[in-house]
Structures are given as structure tokens and as C-alpha cells.
């Protein structure tokens, strides 16, 4: 059983993964056995740089309390990266050929996003963003298909008045109707909408799946929030400290909550019927990341100890607005500046495979990755 159990997660998993369509079946077939040997070897190093996430902004026109977008710089430099400084990272890693995932903050508050992606995709590399959605209106969305922007990320977090509470302006109708806009003007762009279950958004998960079916989009993902009581920080910084040592503080950067969510297995009836609504409608409704009852009970209930180990740390690089490269989202422990130095020679510096050797030896995971939405990538 255990076994039917591990195959199944495993597919869900690589649906997931081709619902955007990032990386190509060929690539993903040929990337994962080495990095299951990079992370069996133990030596921290790499060979796999399957995707780079750009925080292209910190700026943003809504203020989502869940988000865990960065809001000062690590390093006195505070300038963004510019669009020629975007592409040469770019072609540091072209060899390598990882896609591109834009974030922020809202990445078309830049007025230079276009040029941005005009940078990376000028070297041949797959390029996606996740976006609010309010600034994409028809003539941005005929200049990203003229771009040949591969897949878009529209954030989406309930009904009319549930979101636009949640993101601290009005702008649900404005996102649903770009939506359908760019469904009709790039229609080489797949569209998928992300959830963020807020508590004020779990009676309403399946409005959701009907706005987004109705929109045309080409997945949903309903993706768990993520945060850390205080006493589970107690205990990230313990573990910390025993494999890090005092010299490196611990860079945790997660919503602190006082408690969990209160009703779990009601939350559990409402995906489970969000589900259902996506089957009955043809639209394919993701969990992010996917968790069986007793542990999306412990997720929201706690205490949640994290299981797996994290393959993020072979596959990803992550990039601040102002060029620091850090080890993750959830630990963002800063491995150097891609102003100083190459991404690939960051990719794999003492700072990076000292932290992998670390993280590799605790088990794969540590207190501060528990309720990580990369966990659905786990091994």
C-alpha cells in the first residue's frame, strides 16, 4: 500500500509540475535522477539548475497579509536589477537552460517587465510570471504574446468581496476579466490561477473553481498558507544553532501566527468539494502542497513537522530584486550577489553547498521548512 501510495503522489506531482509546463517532459525525466544522486552524494553540490525565481520588485499594488514577499533589501545596494543586468544572468546560465519565474511584489509595476522578459527569452530560456493580474490589460497582453511569454500565474484568493478584502484593494472583477482577455489575445500562454486558503476563503473554494473554469483558465491550484507559531520558531532556531552555529543567525522569514487554524477537517470537506466542482467542470484543481487528512490536520491545527527531502535546493536559484542570490523563500540565507559574482558560480560556492550539506544532514528538512509550499516537490 505504502508503495501505490508513493507512485500516486508521484504522478499528482508531475501533473502539477506540466500543468505550467516550466520544463519539458524530456528535461524533467532527464534532470531528476541526478538530482536524487546529488542529494544522495551529500556533498552539497549540484548539477541541476532547473528554474531561476526573479523577485523582480518588492513594490506592489495590493497588500496581501499572507505574503512573504521580502520587504527591505539584505544589502545596501537597492537598486533593482535592470533589464540588461536580468539578461546577463541569463546567458550566464543559457548553457544550463532553466526557466525563468518572475515574482515580486507585483512584477508589472516595473515599467521596464517587457524588456525584462525580452531579456531572458532572447537566450532561449522559458520565461513565466505570477502576477495580481490588475495591470495586465489588453495591450500588455498583446505585448507578451508578441514575447511569446510561456505561462502566467494570476493570484486569486475567493469571491468578489472575500478577495478584495484579502488583497486590501478591488480588483477581483478587473482580474477575471483580464484573464479572459489574455485567453483571447496569447493563446500560447497558459493561464493558471493560484489560491492562497485564507481562512476567510475556505466556505468559498469552489466559487472560486467556477469563476476560474468560466474564465478559461488552464489549472487551478489551491495552495495551503504558510506560516509558524512562535513555538515552532523556538525550535527552528534550536535546530539552527546546532548546525549552523552562532556565527550564522537564522535568515527565517515566515508569518508568525500565535495559533493555527481552528477546524482543519472543515477546511478538508471544502477542498474536497473544490475538487469535485473542478471534475464536474473539466478543470484541473491542484493542492498545493498535497497532504493526505491527518497531515493537512496537523498543517493547520499543528503541530506540523515537516517530512521529505527538499530537491528545491538542487534545482532552483533564487534572485533578489537587488541580485542577491538566497537559499530559499522560507530561509533566505543570502549565498551572493549576482552583480558580483556568476549564478553559476553562486549555484555552487562554499555558502551554497555548506548549506545543502546542512540541510542534507538534519534529514532533508529542518523546523523551517514545515509548512514550505515547495514541500509538493519533495523526495
Known amino acids: 500500500m505504502a508503495l501505490v501510495e508513493k507512485i500516486t503522489t508521484g504522478i499528482k506531482k508531475l501533473r502539477h509540475m506540466n500543468s505550467i509546463r516550466s520544463v519539458t517532459w524530456r528535461r524533467l525525466l532527464r534532470v531528476m535522477p541526478q538530482v536524487y544522486l546529488d542529494y544522495r552524494s551529500g556533498q552539497g553540490i549540484s548539477h541541476s539548475l532547473v528554474n531561476v525565481t526573479l523577485e523582480a520588485t518588492y513594490r506592489c499594488n495590493a497588500r496581501c497579509a499572507f505574503c512573504l514577499a521580502g520587504k527591505e533589501a539584505p544589502t545596501s545596494d537597492r537598486r533593482e536589477l535592470s533589464a540588461s543586468e536580468v539578461g546577463a544572468v541569463a546567458e550566464s546560465v543559457a548553457p544550463w537552460g532553466p526557466g525563468f519565474f518572475i515574482t515580486g511584489g507585483e512584477p508589472f509595476i516595473r515599467k521596464d517587465m517587457l524588456d525584462i522578459f525580452e531579456a531572458i527569452k532572447r537566450h532561449g530560456l522559458k520565461a513565466g510570471v505570477n502576477t495580481n493580474m490588475s495591470l495586465v490589460d489588453e495591450t500588455m497582453a498583446r505585448a507578451l504574446n508578441d514575447i511569446g511569454l510561456n505561462y502566467l500565474i494570476a493570484s ?32 500560447r500562454t497558459r493561464i493558471l490561477v493560484n489560491c492562497v486558503v485564507a481562512p476567510e476563503s475556505v466556505a468559498h473554494l469552489s466559487d472560486v473553481v467556477e469563476e476560474t473554469a468560466r474564465a478559461g483558465v488552464h489549472a487551478l491550484t489551491l495552495q495551503h498558507e504558510t506560516f509558524m507559531t512562535r513555538r515552532e520558531v523556538e525550535t527552528h532556531e534550536r535546530v539552527w544553532r546546532s548546525l549552523f552555529g552562532e556565527e550564522t543567525p537564522s535568515p527565517l522569514s515566515v508569518p508568525l501566527r500565535e495559533t493555527e487554524h481552528s477546524d482543519g477537517a472543515n477546511l478538508a470537506r471544502a477542498i474536497a468539494a473544490a475538487q469535485e466542482t473542478g471534475r464536474r467542470l473539466g478543470l484541473p484543481v491542484f493542492v498545493k502542497p498535497g497532504l493526505d487528512d491527518a ?26 530584486p537587488y541580485g542577491d542570490v538566497v537559499a530559499c523563500q522560507s530561509l533566505p540565507l543570502v549565498l551572493g550577489n549576482v552583480r558580483e559574482q556568476t549564478l553559476p558560480d553562486i549555484f555552487n560556492n562554499d555558502v551554497a553547498t555548506r548549506f545543502r550539506q546542512r540541510i542534507h544532514a538534519s534529514g532533508g528538512c529542518i523546523p ?12
Not at 484568493?157 to 496569447?186: M, P, T, Y
Not at 497531515?295 to 527531502?309: I, Q, T, Y
Not at 523551517?368 to 523526495?379: E, I, M, P, T
Open 156 to 187: 486569486l484568493h475567493g469571491a468578489r468581496d472575500i478577495h478584495d478584502k484579502i488583497a486590501g484593494i478591488e480588483i477581483h472583477d478587473r482580474i477575471l476579466d483580464n484573464i479572459v482577455c489574455l485567453r483571447r489575445v496569447s493563446p
Open 295 to 320: 497531515a493537512l490536520l496537523a498543517w493547520h491545527e499543528g503541530p506540523f513537522r515537516p517530512a521529505g527531502r527538499c530537491s528545491y535546493l538542487y534545482t532552483d536559484a533564487r534572485v533578489t
Open 368 to 379: 523551517g521548512c514545515a509548512r514550505c509550499c515547495k514541500l509538493y516537490r519533495s523526495f
